[in-house]
């Protein structure tokens, strides 16, 4: 069974994005309607914010919009940069003072290198001495130094430092201008791929000024982003510079079934093995998010169990259990948010109850209920917030347009996980044995003709909604919460107060508390890799895979796989 759990493991890992290789990503994508509108909008002028939670495939479609380019002389230079280690650089923000600006130099410098790797793979015939002059000069060794000194925190050097002074807005922009004349192409897209810089927002005001700044007539920004927790700050407003687009797939569309057969059978080669009852149970489970489904698919063809029924039950409750977790997690990595949080968690789990309630009583008449309405959801900023939040971490779908009946009626629909509500038993007939089959033909019934209504105040209580607010980091020496945002020093302990780094955070987790090792794995770390006391243990050694083959019976193999997990789990913990 730990082979199955290692090998399951591996397929999980290799359905991201960023781990799969250009030539499979590109043969492995399903083309649709939806993908094709998102791809069109990456390749157009317009700068275009694409939105969507984790798993959604933001980073799939930068990737594929940018090898589409690359093969296509017709279409524009398209530079595809990811800034999901960003994370890295939080730290200086304690420890240096110059933070900002070595942020700035770094997003510059992974532009410019990106750029001049793309142009080496569009055109191989340029020699170095063409694109040292394209490149204004700048010695793009140098600057993957910097990038790399920057990201371990290490001081540049002397040489770096003058190299940095010249990466200015207007040099890189001079710089994409002169590569992409040596393409051939008549204008660049940028595709900024996590560029919801979440954890750091100094550093996010920051990225969307340069964002803003980048733009030009031969140069249009894009940008993934999340719906919750991104802040743009003074400078840019998106809703006037640029155009969202979603790219989470609502469970509402009619080609929904289709369009998540067609993302799986592209990656899944032994997809026909499941009956078609289970696959359409755990495409509505996935609730639109394809890595979701994918990871479900490959857990069942893995699994052990004694009925079809109770494997989809367990499989769903572990999805919902680990959203939830991964909702919850977001406190750790913004303290500030932990009152609407936990604020949050309860109204989902109403929201849910009440949809299941309402539920029961349209089955009767051969309708389901998915839609909730919220009035005055969007009137309190913390309220606001707090529902962006269960968006971001994708427990509620938000239905785009808001309705109104009367100045006093609006409110905005939403669509609770639909695993959440599987697992609340929401979707049993009394007049039929639950079981897949019938599970699916209520969800695929008509919809009632309006939404369960709910107000604010139904779905929390009067203190709650009044004590909704954003939470100060406490005291790093005797855990005492602050008083106001100026405070210097502790009023209990009377400490210097220090802003908590989500970097060091991170780095002092347990390793075997890294979610996804297997109890064996765990085990293993703890009695016979004492090395390893904590994540920042294990980044920091020169060859992790050498200490972790030190434990009996963990291989080369096995120890590649438990560093992939490992170093996955650092990335998403700090993006």
């Known amino acids: 069974m730990d082979t199955i759990e290692q090998d399951l493991l591996e397929e999980a890992i290799e359905q991201r994005a960023d781990f799969i290789p250009s030539g499979d990503l590109k043969a492995e994508t399903a083309d649709n309607d939806i993908f094709n509108k998102v791809i069109d909008s990456l390749i157009k002028r317009q700068t275009t914010l694409i939105v969507g939670p984790r798993g959604c495939g933001k980073t799939h479609m930068m990737r594929y919009a940018s090898i589409l380019c690359q093969e296509n002389e017709s279409k524009p230079f398209a530079v595809y940069v990811s800034f999901n280690r960003y994370y890295r650089l939080e730290p200086l923000l304690t420890s240096k003072i110059d933070a900002i600006n070595l942020f700035h130099s770094w997003v510059l410098a992974r532009i410019v290198v990106s750029s001049y790797e793309t142009i080496k793979e569009i055109n191989h015939e340029l020699t170095d001495e063409d694109l040292f002059e394209s490149l204004n000069y700048l010695d793009v060794n140098s600057l993957g130094n910097v990038i790399n000194q920057l990201e371990k925190g290490i001081s540049l050097t002397e040489e770096e430092q003058l ?138 063809l893995a699994g052990d169990f004694k009925t079809q029924q109770q494997g989809l039950n367990r499989i769903v409750q572990h999805h919902i259990e680990a959203r939830i977790e991964e909702f919850r997690s977001i406190k750790l990595k913004s303290p500030k948010l932990k009152k609407l949080l936990e604020t949050g968690e309860s109204v989902f789990d109403t929201i849910c109850k009440e949809v299941k ?24 900023p913390y309220v606001e917030r707090m529902f962006n939040l269960l968006i971001e971490a994708g427990l509620l779908f938000e239905i785009p347009e808001v309705v109104s009946h009367g100045s006093q009626r609006g409110y905005t629909r939403y669509i609770p996980h639909l695993s959440a509500l599987l697992n609340k038993k929401a979707f049993i007939s009394k007049e039929k044995t639950a079981s897949a089959k019938t599970t699916i033909d209520i969800i695929k019934s008509p919809s009632t003709k309006h939404p369960l209504r709910r107000s604010i105040s139904t779905l929390m209580a009067k203190d709650e909604l009044e004590s909704l607010a954003f939470n100060l980091p406490p005291c790093g020496s005797c855990g005492m919460d602050r008083i106001n945002q100026s405070q210097k020093f502790c009023h209990n302990c009377g400490s210097e107060l220090i802003d908590i780094s989500t970097f060091e955070q991170c780095m002092a987790l347990p390793i075997h508390t890294v979610p996804g090792l297997t109890t064996w794995q765990m085990n293993k770390i703890k009695k016979e890799i004492p090395k390893f006391k904590n994540i920042g243990d294990f980044l920091s050694s020169q060859d992790p895979s050498k200490e972790l083959r030190q434990a009996k019976r963990i291989g080369k193999v096995r120890a590649e796989k438990i560093i992939k997990l490992v170093t996955g789990f650092v990335d998403d913990f700090l993006q």
């Not at 919801?196 to 993934?224: G, N, V």
């Not at 008449?365 to 005055?376: A, E, I, N, P, T």
């Open 163 to 300: 190299e940095v002074r010249k990466l200015s807005i207007s040099n890189v922009k001079n710089i994409i201008d002169n590569l992409r004349v040596l393409s051939g192409r008549t204008r660049t897209v940028l595709l900024l791929d996590d560029a919801a810089l979440t954890l750091t927002p100094e550093y996010m005001k920051e990225f969307f000024d340069i964002f803003r700044t980048l733009k030009s007539p031969h140069i249009s920004p894009k940008a993934s982003v999340y719906p919750g927790t991104t802040e743009y700050g003074a400078r840019f407003h998106p809703t006037q510079e640029g155009d969202f687009i979603p790219v989470w797939i609502s469970v509402e569309e009619p080609l929904y079934s289709e369009i998540m057969e067609d993302i799986a059978k592209k990656r899944i080669h032994n997809f026909n093995d499941v009956p078609i009852e289970v696959r359409e149970y755990l495409k509505f489970a996935a609730f639109g998010i394809p890595r979701a489904f994918l990871g479900m698919m490959q857990e069942f």
């Open 357 to 380: 309630i309402n539920n029961s009583k349209a089955i009767e008449s051969g309708h389901k209920q998915l839609r909730v309405g919220v009035s005055d959801a969007q009137t309190n």
